[in-house]
């Protein structure tokens, strides 16, 4: 019949189009559909070439895209309010290779407007008013030290004494030693008294906020109203309270 003649070919003409458009392999399946088709099922040989086209092209589209990389998670924010990691106020702040010693200073007393200092056994070599009695000697690790220190905040040297005596030793050697002559630290801020009592009412008179000493007894009695207190010490002072430092020595806490 003329219709159907002229619907085959049309067929046949629409199957070989798209057969074009396909690789080798998929022109060799629609060769080898024509080759057992029956007089009946162009219509359907062409619908099974279009679902071949479409299923061909998703494969091809989804195995040509490369995978999209993963974006790095994003670091993890502390939450408002939350506390940074504390950091132990014994170690040296820094690399103190880069840091002068005023901004050492500067890092260690933060916050704090008036310092008090033992003199005996933390500015000077003597370890007892016994010995401060026949001299003074102050040790120059120390001298720029207390003068930064001084300059910084409002500071106060101490010590318990025995006599009169021992005062004239130890201002001479204060003098000496260039510590009264910037105008942080004069005569009339290097204090005396005749027992640790005395030392202690001095500290907490003046309100210190950070104090020095060499007794383990003060630094005890002191620790609930002094902001914060360095212990000198060779020996460790054992228990002590959160806001008392343990160290050999001034400049090496101050390192």
Not at 18 to 38: G, Q
Not at 91 to 106: F, N, Y
Request: proline letters at 4%; aromatic letters at 8%; hydrophobic letters at 40%.
């Amino acid at each position: 019949m003329p219709g159907l003649a002229a619907a085959e070919l049309d067929a046949v003409s629409l199957v070989r189009r798209v057969a074009r458009a396909l690789n080798r392999r998929i022109s060799d399946l629609v060769a080898l559909l024509f080759r057992h088709k029956s007089a009946g099922s162009f219509g359907a040989v062409a619908g099974f070439a279009i679902a071949v086209v479409f299923a061909w092209k998703f494969l091809r589209s989804s195995s040509s895209s490369p995978a999209r990389p993963r974006r790095p998670a994003a670091p993890k924010r502390p939450l408002p309010g939350s506390a940074a990691p504390a950091t132990d106020a014994t170690e040296p702040v820094g690399d103190s290779r880069k840091l002068s010693t005023r901004q050492i200073v500067a890092r260690r007393l933060s916050g704090c407007r008036r310092v008090t200092c033992q003199l005996i056994g933390v500015v000077f070599e003597e370890k007892s008013p016994e010995e401060l009695q026949k001299h003074a000697t102050v040790r120059p690790s120390v001298v720029e030290l207390l003068l930064e220190i001084s300059k910084y905040c409002d500071f106060y040297l101490m010590e318990t004494v025995l006599d009169d005596k021992s005062e004239e030793n130890a201002l001479a050697a204060l003098e000496s030693a260039g510590l009264f002559k910037t105008g942080g630290l004069n005569k009339e801020k290097v204090l005396f008294c005749s027992s640790e009592v005395g030392r202690t009412s001095f500290v907490r008179q003046l309100e210190s906020d950070f104090h020095i000493d060499t007794s383990l007894e003060i630094i005890s009695q002191l620790s609930r109203f002094i902001r914060c207190q360095l212990f000198v010490s060779s020996v460790e002072g054992g228990q002590l309270s959160a806001n008392v430092f343990n160290s050999l020595s001034l400049e090496q806490f101050f390192s």
